[in-house]
C-alpha cells in the first residue's frame, strides 16, 4: 500500500470547517484513500473513503485531486467532540471492494477549541 | 446491532505467563482482524481472519502470539509466554465482504510487569 504524508497537528475553532490534508504521491489505480479517526481510548473509527470522485456522508467530505496524489478531510462544523487523531490511509482493493489489513501511519492530532 | 466487543479491557500480567484476549465480531461479519499498538508507536496489523481460515498473519511478531477463530464466529489472541515488550492496546476489528469499512473494538489495555 502506499504511503501517506500528513501533518502531526492541527488545530480548529469550533463551528468551523476543519480541513485535514493527506499527501500520497505513489498511490497507484487500484488504490482507495481511507480515513479513519481514534477518539482517545477508543477504537479507530471509520470516516469516508474514496476512489477518485470526492464523496460526501453524513460525518464528512472528501476531497481527492485529479491526479490521486493528496486528498482532503472536510469536517464542515467541527465540534468539540471530533478532537480526535485523524488517519489518511491507502489501501488496494480486489473485485470492486477494499481488502485486507490497514496500514496506519502517525496521523494528524486535530484539536478543536472553544 | 451491537458493535465489536473485546474482553477484558484491561490485563495486567506478570512476564512470563499467559494471557487470552477475546474478540466478538458484529454478527455476520466473516472478516476479523486483529490489531495492536505498543507504547509511542503507530498502529501495526496483526492478521486478518476471513471465516476460520488466516487470510493474513504477516504481522503476528513472533510465535509466542497464537490466534485462533474456531467456528468462524469470535477470536482469541494468545500470548504465552508474554514479554515486557507485549504491553500495548490490542484492537480487534471486523467488516463484511463486499463491504469496505473495518468496525473497530474498544481494545484491550494489556501491561506486562
Known amino acids: 500500500d502506499a504511503k501517506t504524508t500528513q501533518p502531526p497537528s492541527m488545530d480548529c475553532a469550533e463551528g468551523r470547517a476543519a480541513n485535514l490534508p493527506c499527501n500520497h504521491s505513489?498511490?497507484?489505480?487500484?488504490?482507495?484513500v481511507y480515513w479513519y479517526r481514534q477518539i482517545h481510548s477508543q477504537g479507530p473509527q471509520y470516516i469516508i473513503h474514496?476512489?477518485?470522485n470526492n464523496e460526501t456522508n453524513e460525518m464528512a467530505s472528501l476531497i481527492i485531486t485529479e491526479d490521486r496524489k493528496s486528498s482532503t478531510l472536510i469536517l464542515p462544523h467541527a465540534t468539540l467532540r471530533d478532537t480526535a487523531v485523524y488517519y489518511c490511509?491507502?489501501?488496494?482493493?480486489?473485485?470492486?471492494?477494499?481488502?485486507?489489513?490497514?496500514?496506519f501511519g502517525q496521523g494528524t492530532i486535530l484539536t478543536v477549541h472553544p | 446491532e451491537a458493535g465489536v466487543t473485546q474482553f477484558p479491557s484491561h490485563s495486567v500480567i506478570e512476564k512470563g505467563q499467559t494471557v487470552t484476549l477475546r474478540c466478538d465480531p458484529i454478527?455476520?461479519?466473516?472478516?476479523l482482524y486483529w490489531y495492536r499498538r505498543v507504547m509511542g508507536k503507530e498502529i501495526k496489523f496483526l492478521l486478518h481472519?476471513?471465516?476460520?481460515?488466516?487470510?493474513?498473519e504477516s504481522g503476528m511478531p513472533n510465535n509466542r502470539f497464537l490466534a485462533e477463530r474456531t467456528g468462524g464466529t469470535y477470536s482469541t489472541l494468545k500470548v504465552q509466554p508474554a514479554e515486557l515488550e507485549d504491553s500495548g492496546v490490542y484492537f480487534c476489528?471486523?467488516?463484511?465482504?463486499?463491504?469496505?469499512?473495518?468496525?473497530f473494538g474498544p481494545g484491550t489495555r494489556l501491561t506486562v510487569l
Open positions: 490511509i491507502v489501501r488496494g482493493f480486489a473485485g470492486g471492494t477494499s481488502y485486507g489489513k490497514l496500514t
Open positions: 454478527s455476520g461479519h466473516d472478516n
Open positions: 505513489t498511490i497507484s489505480g487500484n488504490e482507495y
Open positions: 476489528a471486523s467488516s463484511r465482504t463486499g463491504r469496505n469499512e473495518q468496525f
Open positions: 474514496g476512489l477518485k
Open positions: 481472519f476471513v471465516k476460520e481460515s488466516k487470510q493474513d
